[in-house]
């Protein structure tokens, strides 16, 4: 696609809720980054994908974040039992280029929010 | 790891004058350096980059400047129009760590 792809748009969740958001990156990119942008902050990392290999999870908070990308393309990330300190944006970033130290072309994003 | 601060957090200009938005880092082996504009509600976009190897770069009426020595790099944007209004983000890169951005500056062009 011409740009990266972020669904839903906007998802709010009872406290507790399970969450799947989807990340569809430009084709072709080979990284993938995930953001979580707090109101009026700066996005802070996620996790990081190569292809299919998840090499960086160091900023996932807990144990309830997972993500993936199973086939190096579209990419999942899921929160398990939310809670009110999740909601956030949640930011998708693709590179066209392997590793880390390039300019990303980040998605719109999704806003959850917890109730 | 790296730490990026970026100063002001918020910043008002008169249309036509010049905004300076600085940024400073703490891993001395950082060496790219990129700045994101962010509209409200809107994703954020690459306006400009700067590797370590120069130290200006310049893109019509936006430049970034790098000063290795003291680990600071700062966007200029000059001849401020009101779409220039956004929040603007710097962000670091070191070694294999995704890029760490700074917590941003909200810029307001007053027409």
């Known amino acids: 696609g011409a740009g990266v792809s972020q669904s839903p748009r906007y998802k709010v969740a009872k406290r507790g809720q399970d969450v799947a958001l989807r990340c569809d990156p430009i084709s072709g990119h080979v990284s993938l980054f995930w953001y979580q942008q707090a109101l009026g902050q700066g996005p802070e990392f996620l996790t990081y994908?190569?292809?299919?290999?998840?090499?960086?999870k160091s900023g996932l908070p807990s144990d309830r974040f997972f993500a993936e990308r199973p086939e190096g393309s579209v990419s999942t990330l899921k929160i398990q039992r939310t809670q009110q300190e999740d909601s956030a944006v949640y930011l998708c970033?693709?590179?066209?280029?392997?590793?880390?130290?390039?300019?990303?072309?980040f998605g719109s994003g999704t806003r959850l929010t917890v109730v | 790891g790296e730490n990026v601060e970026q100063h002001p957090s918020t910043l008002s200009v008169q249309e036509g004058d010049s905004a300076v938005i600085k940024c400073t880092y703490s891993?001395?082996?950082?060496?790219?350096f990129p700045w994101y504009k962010q509209e409200l509600g809107k994703r954020p976009q690459l306006i400009i980059d700067i590797r370590s190897n120069v130290g200006e770069k310049k893109d019509q009426r936006i430049a970034v400047t790098l000063n290795k020595t003291a680990k600071h790099f700062s966007l200029h944007i000059t001849e401020t129009q009101p779409e220039d209004s956004a929040v603007y983000f710097c962000?670091?890169?070191?070694?294999?760590?995704?890029?760490?951005f700074g917590k941003g500056t909200r810029l307001s062009v007053i027409a």
């Open positions: 970033a693709s590179s066209f280029r392997a590793g880390v130290g390039y300019g990303y072309t």
């Open positions: 962000a670091a890169f070191s070694g294999n760590t995704p890029l760490v």
């Open positions: 994908f190569q292809n299919e290999a998840q090499l960086d």
């Open positions: 891993d001395s082996a950082s060496n790219y």
